[in-house]
C-alpha cells in the first residue's frame, strides 16, 4: 500500500523536558484523487462495439435455420471468431488453422498479467459471439438453452456450447 510521507516535522525532546516524547505518527494514507489515477494491471486492445445483428434473420424455427446459420457463419469468420464455435474435425481431417477450436484459456492459481489479458480477451470474444447467437434467437430455440450461472451470477455456457446446442 502506497502511503504519504509524514508532513509532521519531528523534533527532538530537550534533555530538560517535563514531557514525555510521542513517538512519530505513523504514515498518511495516500488518498488517491484526480492527480493519481489508478493504472490496470494489464491492457487489452479489444472494441467494445458490438456487430450489428440487422442482416441475420431471425431464427424461429427449423425453416429459418439454413439462412440464420449462413449469416451467423459468415459474420464470425469475418471477425475471426470461427474458432470459438468450431469442434475438433474427425481424424485425417484437414482443416486450416482458422477452422482449428479455442477453448477459454485456463489460469494458474498465480496468473501473470499475460494470462489474466489473454483470459480476459479470450471471455470478452466469446461474450461477442454470445451476441450474434443470442442476439438472433426466436422465442422457441431460446427456450431449447439451458441457461447455466456461476456462483457470480454469470451465464456459465460457452458460445460453443450454445451453438453445438443449436445445431442438435
Not at 517535563?18 to 505513523?26: C, E, M, Q, R
Not at 459471439?129 to 434467437?137: E, M, N, R, V
Given at each position: 500500500m502506497l502511503h504519504a510521507p509524514c508532513l509532521t516535522p519531528v523534533h527532538p525532546t530537550p534533555l530538560h523536558s517535563?514531557?514525555?516524547p510521542l513517538p512519530p505518527h505513523p504514515p498518511l494514507p495516500l488518498v488517491l484523487g484526480a492527480a493519481t489515477p489508478l493504472q490496470p494491471l494489464y491492457t487489452y486492445s479489444f472494441k467494445s462495439d458490438l456487430p450489428d445483428l440487422s442482416k441475420i434473420?431471425?431464427?424461429s424455427s427449423?425453416?429459418?435455420w439454413t439462412a440464420w446459420n449462413w449469416a451467423v457463419l459468415d459474420l464470425l469468420d469475418n471477425l475471426?471468431?470461427?474458432c470459438h464455435i468450431t469442434s475438433p474435425s474427425p481424424p485425417g481431417v484437414h482443416v486450416t488453422s482458422l477452422a482449428l477450436p479455442s477453448y477459454p484459456p485456463t489460469l494458474d492459481d498465480d496468473p501473470t498479467v499475460k494470462q489474466l489479458a489473454h483470459h480476459?480477451?479470450?471471455w470478452r470474444a466469446n461474450g461477442t459471439i454470445w451476441h450474434i447467437l443470442w442476439g438472433c434467437l426466436g422465442l422457441?430455440?431460446?427456450a431449447l438453452v439451458p441457461l447455466h450461472h456461476d456462483a457470480f451470477g454469470n451465464v456459465a455456457v460457452s458460445s460453443h456450447d450454445l451453438y453445438a446446442i443449436l445445431v442438435a
Amino acid at each position: 500500500m502506497l502511503h504519504a510521507p509524514c508532513l509532521t516535522p519531528v523534533h527532538p525532546t530537550p534533555l530538560h523536558s517535563p514531557f514525555i516524547p510521542l513517538p512519530p505518527h505513523p504514515p498518511l494514507p495516500l488518498v488517491l484523487g484526480a492527480a493519481t489515477p489508478l493504472q490496470p494491471l494489464y491492457t487489452y486492445s479489444f472494441k467494445s462495439d458490438l456487430p450489428d445483428l440487422s442482416k441475420i434473420p431471425i431464427l424461429s424455427s427449423g425453416v429459418d435455420w439454413t439462412a440464420w446459420n449462413w449469416a451467423v457463419l459468415d459474420l464470425l469468420d469475418n471477425l475471426c471468431f470461427f474458432c470459438h464455435i468450431t469442434s475438433p474435425s474427425p481424424p485425417g481431417v484437414h482443416v486450416t488453422s482458422l477452422a482449428l477450436p479455442s477453448y477459454p484459456p485456463t489460469l494458474d492459481d498465480d496468473p501473470t498479467v499475460k494470462q489474466l489479458a489473454h483470459h480476459d480477451a479470450w471471455w470478452r470474444a466469446n461474450g461477442t459471439i454470445w451476441h450474434i447467437l443470442w442476439g438472433c434467437l426466436g422465442l422457441a430455440p431460446e427456450a431449447l438453452v439451458p441457461l447455466h450461472h456461476d456462483a457470480f451470477g454469470n451465464v456459465a455456457v460457452s458460445s460453443h456450447d450454445l451453438y453445438a446446442i443449436l445445431v442438435a
